[in-house]
């Protein structure tokens, strides 16, 4: 069965918690993240699912923040959840941070493709994924970018080894900056590299970066990613 926390609004004059749902087939391992999770002033656990399907439904009651979602689990796995998580409109708020045993499994690259915005280890520090939570939710940073780049590239050169790279929605409609920042967006660089690679402003790269999400409907910099190696801007290293 599934958990809910009790909808309880942020008291006081701060700004309200940050809320998190877990969504993991080992009760023991959503136990041991809902403490740590609720350690945290700024963050909530506003509930628990133990496949896919629940994570789904709670997401649409719960309307969380992040979703900390497991890949491997029985019935509706964490892929097929972050794809129906990330489709839905009325989920556009809802980040999906996939944790994972084994960092470099080609199920990470497709859960990526499906929507999540990244990803991390089990085995992470209890800090890490602290950060990794607040880092997802605020959508302007990969995580382990190195890595999610790697397994992207990777991803993307199998499925289209056999064909050239594929049109991407909103791409012809990028200026030439534009095109610029998302290639290094690719690379996983941050704003402020970016813009000294560029000679701008990082008011500026956040700006085209906006555009650029606006034109290729991304939800965040993993979608960024994940366009600039399928339309080609950026090819895998063989």
């Not at 944790?99 to 859960?111: G, H």
């Not at 790279?165 to 970016?194: F, H, K, M, Y």
């Amino acid at each position: 069965m599934s958990t809910v926390a009790p909808s309880t609004a942020a008291e006081g004059a701060g700004t309200a918690p940050l809320r998190v749902l877990l969504a993991d087939d080992q009760a023991l391992m959503r136990g041991a993240i809902r403490v740590l999770v609720e350690s945290e002033p700024d963050l909530v656990v506003v509930g628990e699912a133990k496949d896919g399907a629940e994570a789904v439904t709670l997401a649409g009651s719960q309307r969380p923040d992040v979703v900390l979602m497991d890949i491997r689990m029985p019935g509706t796995d964490g892929i097929a959840a972050t794809r129906q998580i990330t489709s839905d409109p009325a989920l556009t708020g809802v980040a999906v941070l996939v944790l994972t045993t084994f960092e470099a499994d080609e199920y990470v690259v497709r859960a990526l493709v499906a929507g999540a915005s990244g990803f991390l280890g089990k085995g992470a520090e209890p800090a890490e994924l602290l950060d990794a939570i607040r880092t997802v939710a605020a959508g302007d940073a990969l995580l382990s970018p190195s890595a999610t780049k790697s397994l992207i590239a990777r991803f993307v050169a199998q499925q289209h080894e056999e064909r050239e790279a594929q049109p991407v929605p909103g791409v012809d409609a990028l200026t030439g900056r534009e095109r610029e920042v998302l290639v290094e967006v690719a690379g996983g660089l941050s704003n402020d590299a970016i813009a000294v690679r560029l000679g701008v402003s990082p008011l500026t790269v956040k700006t085209h970066i906006n555009h650029t999400m606006a034109n290729l409907a991304a939800r965040d910099r993993a979608q960024l990613v994940v366009a600039a190696y399928e339309s080609g801007l950026v090819r895998p290293h063989r």
